[in-house]
């Protein structure tokens, strides 16, 4: 076994992605392999990216890392969703609260019951049977208490807000206790070995030659190996996720302290408002082919909570995913592997899945192809389920002030996006496919948000009474609004648990 074992592991990039894949792979493989960890201080890392989703909590656990400890040093706040303004139609506003939408039943999802009830004009909004929903409107937080089994306080779903350079810094120190060595330098070339493309080494400005077994493709969005050296191809979604173009602007803080980023939809895209404890991070995400850069920055500039402390920066990128994730012996985590773009915080995240298929699929010298082949396989199918989550968003509107909704209206979507949405305009049902990342009720949330209305709920329901089933909703809507009032407020938890 031991001549077959690889032993050097080289990491391209020093941005999120290559600090998560040292930091994991340091801390859950420690024993045989050495770590080397490649980045050059004249390359910025992206910057952005400080939403994230409930399973970063996930990853952390798997560090050992401190929860307070971790939201202190980052500069954190905590996440409980997402408002989402001005989507689906001009003037309106709803929410992604991750967790559930009120009580599902052993015969039908909560939802069939509201709707009903609504249908008979019975049942107002749905927000008030999402716990995350209701406290984050009232900038409420807490987390999970399992002492509380049968609340549903016992297991709230919730993600962080952090500074995406402090994040890195932290993971840093983290793997480099592990062992991780760093390296500083920018990579000019990379050496393919003649018997079989595979890659040899990295050549650096200085002259040093970096040889490996196996190479991390951390390098962000010019994939530097993935692509420059190994030429493995780019699948453009710009078609269906047609925004190419970001311009990131800090400011300071102003507002409410809520638990939740904020997305409002403008005329060619959307902005995003993500609190942190010292600043506030905004963006304007938008379609080059619809507006001009200017005008996309007059927008955001326009609408800031703060003061603006730094120029805008700009950032361009090609909404898809490289045709291989993993190509002989290399892997491309984070932005070298593909971006979707950012509306539901899912890049993160997928630098964590990228990584457990990773160890899951651990090569050896033989990069045995079967393995390769699998990990690409559950690549392509996760990124193919959250793309059409996010095209949902875009393709479910009613606005009809720009052309560029109307284009995302009448644009076509794939077959299985179309599935879900003929799905639920019959009887609300959801198909939520196996290891699906978005549950039902996100699902649920988003497609009722934008405005979708299913033409009949499931006729199980009708098996209750419309009065039996309207205290069924009230005792819901109670006990959610019992918990929220024992919730602290987001800045007092903050101030009480992550302040030094
Ligand atoms: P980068 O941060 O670009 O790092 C690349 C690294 O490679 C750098 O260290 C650089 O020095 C090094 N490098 C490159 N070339 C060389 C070379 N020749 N020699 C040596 N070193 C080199 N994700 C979320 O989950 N939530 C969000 O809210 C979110 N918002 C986003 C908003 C925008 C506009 C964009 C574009 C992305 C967003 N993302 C978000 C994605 C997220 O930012 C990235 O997935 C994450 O930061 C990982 O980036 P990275 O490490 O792959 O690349």
């Known amino acids: 076994m031991t001549e077959r074992r690889i032993q050097d592991i080289v990491i391209v990039g020093g941005g999120t992605a290559g600090w998560m894949s040292a930091a994991a792979l340091a801390q859950l493989l420690p024993n045989h392999y050495r770590y080397r960890l490649v980045e050059s201080d004249q390359i910025s890392t992206i910057g952005v990216g400080e939403a994230t989703i409930p399973s970063i909590r996930n990853f952390n656990m798997h560090l050992g890392i401190d929860e307070n400890d971790f ?9 409980l969703g997402i408002e989402f303004v001005n989507w689906g139609i001009n003037n309106s506003t709803y929410f992604h609260g991750f967790g ?33 929903t209701v406290a984050s409107m009232l900038g409420k937080f807490s987390v999970g208490r399992p002492d509380l089994p049968n609340s549903p306080l016992s297991d709230l779903s919730y993600a962080y807000h952090f500074d995406a350079g402090l994040y890195a810094k ?80 800090p400011c300071s803080l102003a507002g409410s302290a809520q638990a939740h980023t904020r997305s409002t939809a403008h005329s060619a895209g959307w902005q995003w408002r993500i609190p942190l404890q010292h600043r506030i991070g905004n963006g304007h995400v938008f379609s080059s082919n619809f507006m001009d850069v200017a005008q996309a920055q007059d927008i955001l500039m326009n609408n800031l909570d703060g003061k603006a402390l730094a120029e805008p920066r700009q950032i361009k990128f090609i909404t898809g995913k490289r045709k291989k994730a993993w190509n002989k012996n290399c892997i491309a985590i984070g932005l070298s592997g593909g971006f979707m773009e950012p509306l539901e915080s899912t890049s993160i995240h997928m630098v964590k899945t990228g ?34 989550f996010l095209i949902l968003h875009y393709k479910v509107n009613q606005r009809d002030d720009s052309e560029f909704w109307r284009y995302c209206r009448e644009m076509d979507v794939p077959e299985s996006l179309q599935i879900k949405l003929d799905l639920f305009a019959s009887h609300g049902r959801i ?31 009708d098996q209750r009474s419309p009065e039996e089933i309207a205290g069924f909703l009230h005792n ?6 019992k918990c929220v009032d024992a919730m602290p407020s987001h800045l007092d938890y903050i101030r009480a648990n992550c302040m030094a």
């Open 71 to 79: 939201i202190r040093h980052t500069q954190g706040t905590f996440k």
């Open 100 to 132: 559930s939408v009120g009580r599902d039943q052993p015969t039908a999802n909560f939802y069939h019951y509201w709707l009903k009830l609504n249908q008979m004009g019975m049942a107002g909004g749905l927000e008030p049977y999402s716990i995350n």
């Open 170 to 249: 932290y993971l840093r120190a983290y793997a480099e206790q592990r062992g991780v060595k760093r390296t500083e330098g920018r990579i000019v070339q990379t050496l393919l070995r003649e018997s079989d493309g595979y890659i040899d080494a990295l050549v650096m400005e200085n002259g040093e030659k970096i040889h490996g077994d196996f190479f991390i493709d951390c390098s962000g969005m010019v994939g530097l190996l993935i692509e420059k050296a190994l030429q493995t191809g780019y699948e453009d979604w710009r078609h269906w996720l047609p925004c190419d173009t970001a311009i990131a602007v």
């Open 355 to 388: 990584l457990m298929r990773l160890i899951t699929f651990f090569p050896d010298k033989d990069f045995d192809q079967v393995d390769i082949d699998n990990y690409n396989r559950l690549t392509d199918k996760e990124y193919a389920q959250i793309r059409d």
């Open 431 to 461: 198909l939520r496919e196996n290891e699906e990342l978005f549950p039902e009720d996100s699902w649920l949330q988003v497609m009722h948000g934008q405005g979708l209305r299913p033409r009949r709920y499931s006729p199980v329901v």
């Open 476 to 481: 819901t809507q109670a006990v959610i609004c």
